[in-house]
């Protein structure tokens, strides 16, 4: 399993960085294949990627029709929430692409199912043997990865592809989460992370804890982690194989 570790100067360089290597690799996939699958994740670093994912996407071979997009986790809050990670991430693909909407898999929203414990069964059963090309991650400043959390049943040992996760230790306090088995499971694992508060779950992961969730992730062919200087400050010289 090969890893890279790409450090840039700053979150936009960050996201720029990621937009435009991912944009290099869906190409590949689609000159190989018919339809690229990709799992997505939320938060800022993410946003910005998209952001300029979609203006370089746009004048690339890349071809939105033949992707089917499926998401990490996301809160269990009503469709029209903020809190949803889905609405932030489409906004942004859509301000220069246009994906086919019977291939987005959105995750169950709570006005639309009981709890998130059925929203998880039946984003399994759409996600079926599915396998993401190419899964995106965040990183959480405690290591928590998608809504996967340290020293929370979430992190428990499971052979379940979703699960519903309650109690966060942060809001929203209901999500459903993708299992580290299943992010496991994609041959490209891409993680982000910018700014100071994440060194140490950098660090901790990338030197070996796998007592954090960030630390039990890496994709079944290789792992990139695009970080800021920040995020890298309390990395060891010898681990920064980029």
Same mark, same amino acid.
């Given at each position: 399993?090969?890893?890279?570790?790409?450090?840039?100067?700053?979150?936009?360089?960050?996201?720029?960085?990621?937009?435009?290597?991912?944009?290099?690799?869906?190409? #590949?996939?689609?000159?190989?294949? =018919?339809?690229?699958? *990709?799992? +997505?994740?939320? &938060?800022?670093? @993410?946003?910005?990627?998209? $952001?300029?994912?979609?203006?370089? #996407?746009?004048?690339?071979?890349? =071809?939105?029709?033949? *992707?089917? +997009?499926?998401? &990490?986790?996301? @809160?269990?809050?009503?469709? $029209?929430?903020?809190?949803?990670? #889905?609405?932030?991430?489409?906004?942004?693909?859509?301000?220069?692409?246009?994906?086919?909407?019977?291939?987005?898999?959105?995750?169950? $929203?709570?006005?639309?199912?009981?709890?998130?414990?059925?929203?998880?069964?039946?984003?399994?059963?759409?996600?079926?043997?599915?396998?993401?090309?190419?899964?995106?991650?965040?990183?959480?400043?405690?290591?928590?990865?998608?809504?996967?959390?340290?020293?929370?049943?979430?992190?428990?040992?499971?052979?379940?592809?979703?699960?519903?996760?309650?109690?966060?230790?942060?809001?929203?306090?209901?999500?459903?989460?993708?299992?580290?088995?299943?992010?496991?499971?994609?041959?490209?694992?891409?993680?982000?992370?910018?700014?100071?508060?994440?060194?140490?779950?950098?660090?901790?992961?990338?030197?070996?804890?796998?007592?954090?969730?960030?630390?039990?992730?890496?994709?079944?062919?290789?792992?990139?982690?695009?970080?800021?200087?920040?995020?890298?400050?309390?990395?060891?010289?010898?681990?920064?194989?980029?």
């Amino acid at each position: 399993m090969a890893r890279r570790i790409i450090i840039k100067t700053d979150p936009e360089a960050v996201a720029r960085e990621a937009a435009s290597q991912f944009v290099e690799r869906l190409v #590949a996939c689609q000159a190989k294949k =018919d339809i690229v699958h *990709v799992c +997505l994740t939320g &938060g800022r670093i @993410a946003n910005r990627m998209y $952001a300029e994912f979609s203006k370089l #996407a746009a004048d690339s071979d890349f =071809d939105p029709k033949r *992707v089917e +997009l499926w998401w &990490g986790d996301e @809160a269990f809050v009503p469709t $029209a929430d903020p809190h949803r990670n #889905a609405g932030k991430t489409l906004g942004l693909l859509a301000r220069h692409l246009t994906f086919d909407s019977s291939r987005t898999h959105l995750m169950p $929203a709570a006005n639309l199912t009981g709890d998130p414990e059925s929203a998880a069964r039946s984003y399994a059963e759409d996600l079926g043997d599915t396998w993401p090309d190419v899964t995106f991650l965040g990183v959480g400043a405690d290591g928590h990865v998608a809504s996967i959390f340290p020293n929370h049943p979430s992190s428990e040992p499971t052979t379940r592809r979703v699960i519903g996760v309650t109690e966060c230790p942060q809001e929203p306090y209901e999500r459903i989460s993708m299992t580290v088995p299943t992010i496991n499971s994609s041959p490209e694992v891409w993680l982000l992370a910018v700014g100071s508060e994440k060194a140490w779950a950098v660090a901790e992961a990338l030197t070996g804890n796998t007592s954090l969730p960030v630390g039990q992730v890496h994709g079944a062919e290789r792992t990139v982690w695009f970080l800021d200087a920040e995020a890298a400050s309390q990395l060891p010289r010898h681990t920064c194989d980029w």
